[in-house]
């Protein structure tokens, strides 16, 4: 149990990003290997007060099915469920860590910067907004999505088209990047933005892979700072 709110905003984030990872894993693990024989015809699970729920092996069969029918390199509906989920969870509780004045907030604006920071937020906050109010398979915009934000990018007198451009040998060296260049490079432009624009076309998934993986090395980033601090 985490100790405040911001604490359990932040296990959010780590959360989100682990089972990421491995949600990969069983994807690729469910194209590789036909698992339908493997399958109970009746998966039951206990919950509290003894309630027993059973999940109907037809409806997994089905998924794994599809699953070990879908080429490598093609995108998959488990796919599209551990990385769309993973991608809003890290979204929402990086934006929930945010929302008041924190060590944590702190933190992000002294490596940031407040412009830079303003972008990072305003761009996590879309990703979140998206992605919660979806019901669209093509995940298409609707005004919710970005109003609010942009009308908020209006009155503080910035620039509609937000930019946010991050290296992580200059940015947060205690991270060890893969290639001297590796990093982020955002641009939402939210003047441009109307109702049903592709979501993709705005931010591919490579961008929001990067994303998420940014704000969970900001928060492993932070936790190490915490922890030489407190010695």
């Given amino acids: 149990m985490s100790d405040t709110p911001i604490d359990d905003a932040l296990l959010l984030v780590e959360q989100n990003f682990y089972f990421l990872h491995a949600g990969e894993f069983f994807a690729l693990w469910s194209r590789r290997e036909d698992l339908v024989d493997r399958v109970p015809s009746r998966l039951v699970k206990v919950f509290e007060g003894g309630v027993p729920y059973v999940f109907d092996g037809g409806l997994i069969e089905t998924v794994l099915h599809h699953e070990y029918a879908t080429p490598d390199g093609e995108g998959s509906l488990f796919e599209y469920f551990v990385e769309f989920n993973a991608f809003r969870g890290v979204a929402m509780g990086m934006l929930e860590a945010l929302r008041e004045d924190s060590p944590f907030r702190a933190?992000?604006?002294g490596r940031l910067g407040e412009a830079r920071y303003e972008n990072f937020v305003d761009i996590v906050a879309f990703v979140r907004n998206v992605l919660s109010?979806?019901?669209h398979a093509e995940i298409r915009l609707n005004l919710k999505d970005y109003e609010g934000r942009r009308k908020r990018i209006v009155r503080m007198g910035r620039l509609t088209e937000v930019v946010f451009v991050f290296h992580y040998r200059e940015d947060l060296p205690e991270i060890a990047a893969p290639?001297?260049?590796?990093?982020v490079d955002l641009r939402v432009?939210?003047?441009t933005l109307?109702?049903?624009m592709p979501f993709l076309e705005i931010l591919s998934m490579s961008d929001?892979?990067?994303l998420t993986?940014?704000?969970f090395n900001l928060v492993m980033a932070y936790r190490r700072t915490e922890s030489l601090q407190a010695d």
């Fill in 208 to 210: 929001l892979m990067l």
């Fill in 194 to 196: 109307t109702p049903e």
């Fill in 133 to 135: 109010h979806n019901t």
């Fill in 179 to 183: 290639v001297e260049a590796y990093g």
């Fill in 189 to 191: 432009d939210f003047g």
């Fill in 107 to 109: 933190f992000l604006i």
């Fill in 213 to 215: 993986e940014l704000c």
